[in-house]
T-cell receptor
Framework: SQQGEEDPQALSIQEGENATMNCSYK?????LQWYRQNSGRGLVHLIL?????REKHSGRLRVTLDTSKKSSSLLITASRAADTASYFC??????????????FGQGTTLQVKP | DSGVTQTPKHLITATGQRVTLRCSPR?????VYWYQQSLDQGLQFLIQ???????AKGNILERFSAQQFPDLHSELNLSSLELGDSALYFC?????????????FGPGTRLTVL
């Protein structure tokens, strides 16, 4: 079963604009990870944020985590056409044997128009 | 390039057949995860191995099995294939398989069952 729900399902913006994607989850987590997937290809790890962290940055990416609301957001600043992809959040649920297995959301499809 | 390799890239077979998908983790990673991505179910965790032993099981059908060998490569065996088994199968690896370890995904094997 899916742990996360992502919002919006699809997003279309112009190059240079910022893109914000949201992820909500249901149970307590150890960490939350964001991945990018270009059309039908492998997943690329973007960023991992631990449950005791509130914000993390990596280049043009900014991730926030609000464990009280069980939600996270991914912000891509100054988007480029090459950012066009599907973005997934994945949670490592606390108490699931702490194996590190990930539960994925349905993803947000981002289109950046040149 | 994540350092995780998967073979074959594409596989086309018929219903009722059996196939084997292979995964080599990143150098030094002890844990291997298998995920299935389909249009209707999204990305689902199937099974995890750590240093040769099964560690966690997800939504894996009884027709499917996996193992991890002493050299840490892993194989996912799918038998009595059905049309609904058509999907992208991903392998991921992490250093220790515990929480807070990033998972790095291979390029996937696209299975088509005709």
């Amino acid at each position: 079963s899916q742990q996360g729900e992502e919002d919006p399902q699809a997003l279309s913006i112009q190059e240079g604009e910022n893109a914000t994607m949201n992820c909500s989850y249901k149970t307590s987590i150890n960490n939350l990870q964001w991945y990018r997937q270009n059309s039908g290809r492998g997943l690329v790890h973007l960023i991992l944020i631990r449950s005791n962290e509130r914000e993390k940055h990596s280049g043009r990416l900014r991730v926030t985590l609000d464990t009280s609301k069980k939600s996270s957001s991914l912000l891509i600043t100054a988007s480029r056409a090459a950012d066009t992809a599907s973005y997934f959040c994945a949670t490592d649920q606390r108490g699931s044997g702490n194996t590190g297995k990930l539960i994925f959301g349905q993803g947000t499809t981002l289109q950046v128009k040149p | 390039d994540s350092g995780v390799t998967q073979t074959p890239k594409h596989l086309i077979t018929a219903t009722g057949q059996r196939v084997t998908l292979r995964c080599s983790p990143r150098s030094g990673d002890l844990s291997v995860y298998w995920y299935q991505q389909s249009l209707d179910q999204g990305l689902q965790f199937l099974i995890q191995y750590y240093n040769g032993e099964e560690r966690a099981k997800g939504n894996i059908l009884e027709r499917f099995s996996a193992q991890q060998f002493p050299d840490l490569h892993s194989e996912l065996n799918l038998s009595s294939l059905e049309l609904g088994d058509s999907a992208l199968y991903f392998c991921a690896s992490s250093q220790s398989g515990s929480p807070h370890n990033e998972q790095f995904f291979g390029p996937g094997t696209r299975l088509t069952v005709l």
